[in-house]
């Protein structure tokens, strides 16, 4: 590792409460005196989490705290999660000082320790950033394009393992499978139908749609960004590119299928459409989630054949994914924007200006 790790274990003084990710707040922080080594002003730096190993899960998760450059050649991995509720804390070890995260972070440390005696080397945005600097955050925020394209790999933590994750994780090698014997094609949707198939397989996909992570703004960019990037559910890893292709079938499958479902639902020779309602406001909270892995899949594409994607359109493609504060809806894909486009955009925005911008932008088309 080009960096030392001498160098990586140099810690700053931690006591800090859970902060808000890039441009969110929250309500009800303590008034808990905290202790942040100020980032240098010259060139970009940004901070590293050292996660030490553990001997068994059950053990403290504990951590150190670096200072590098934000070109450092050291091979940290890049975190992509979903906040989860503020008020939901776990405790984590940082030098000698006790910080508070949320669950859904616990979890993802808690699963990431390595077994093997070595640390792992990590970017998470509620740590390595001071989020009560305003300045700090602000020009954290902005190399965010940076810190997700210069990690070896991106981590797609979208949570733990649930009763039906074992059931995907049958669905999916079943899927891969089938794609290998098509002379190496995306396997035909007709898969998710298969006989083979267990009957809670897509009551599994759906489950892993629902997910909160699958929701978020940020997610378009920090998945499109990243040179390597896997999905981690509990202990599964997946490569994502694969999964993508995985979700963009059952997409098309669910499409066909929903509809049909639909027409079996709709009443028949009356005037009550309450089921009719009912029946296609479920199925289009699937839907919603699975416009993610086809928004990333077909901007990937043109990124990758050299096409730029207007704003608009991008706006579209997001327009479905959550985000606290509207700005946010901006920021999240700004880094998927040419340096041309950029250019062009105005230094300020208002927030009322934002927002009115993201209310016209039409979600992308099933």
Not at 40 to 58: E, F, G, K
């Amino acid at each position: 590792m080009a960096l030392t790790m001498l160098a990586l274990v140099r810690q700053d003084v931690w006591s800090i409460t859970p902060a808000p990710r890039s441009t969110e707040t929250t309500q009800g922080e303590t008034t808990q005196v905290q202790h942040y080594t100020k980032l240098p002003t010259r060139d970009q730096h940004i901070r590293l989490l050292v996660l030490w190993p553990c001997s068994a899960n059950t053990d403290p998760i504990k951590c150190s705290l670096a200072i590098a450059r934000s070109d450092t050649t050291a091979e940290y991995e890049a975190l992509s999660y979903a906040w989860g509720k503020a008020s939901d804390t776990r405790t984590i070890w940082i030098g000698a000082k006790s910080y508070d995260v949320t669950q859904n972070l616990f979890m993802a440390l808690q699963e990431l320790r390595s077994r093997d005696g070595r640390p792992r080397i990590l970017w998470v945005d509620a740590v390595c950033i001071y989020q009560r600097d305003n300045e700090e955050r602000t020009a954290q925020v902005q190399m965010m394009t940076a810190i997700y394209q210069n990690a070896k790999r991106v981590i797609l933590w979208v949570g733990p393992g649930s009763k039906t994750t074992p059931y995907l994780q049958i669905t999916y090698q079943f899927w891969k499978q089938e794609s290998v014997d098509d002379a190496g094609k995306l396997a035909e949707s007709s898969v998710f139908g298969h006989a083979k198939i267990h009957p809670q397989a897509n009551e599994a996909v759906q489950s892993m749609l629902s997910r909160e992570w699958f929701g978020r703004a940020w997610v378009m960019q920090e998945v499109i960004l990243a040179r390597d990037a896997v999905k981690r559910c509990g202990g599964f890893q997946e490569d994502w590119k694969t999964f993508c292709a995985f979700l963009c079938d059952y997409r098309s499958y669910y499409r066909n299928d929903s509809r049909g479902l639909i027409r079996r639902t709709m009443p028949q020779g009356d005037d009550d459409n309450t089921r009719m309602t009912e029946a296609m406001s479920k199925e289009f909270e699937t839907l919603r989630w699975i416009n993610l892995p086809f928004s990333v899949a077909v901007i990937d594409a043109a990124r990758s054949a050299g096409h730029e994607i207007s704003l608009l359109d991008l706006l579209g493609y997001a327009g479905l994914q959550r985000a606290t504060d509207p700005r946010d809806k901006i920021y999240a894909i700004m880094g998927l924007l040419s340096d041309k486009q950029r250019a062009l955009l105005p230094p300020l925005i208002t927030t009322p200006r934002l927002w009115k911008c993201t209310q016209l932008s039409q979600p992308a088309s099933y």
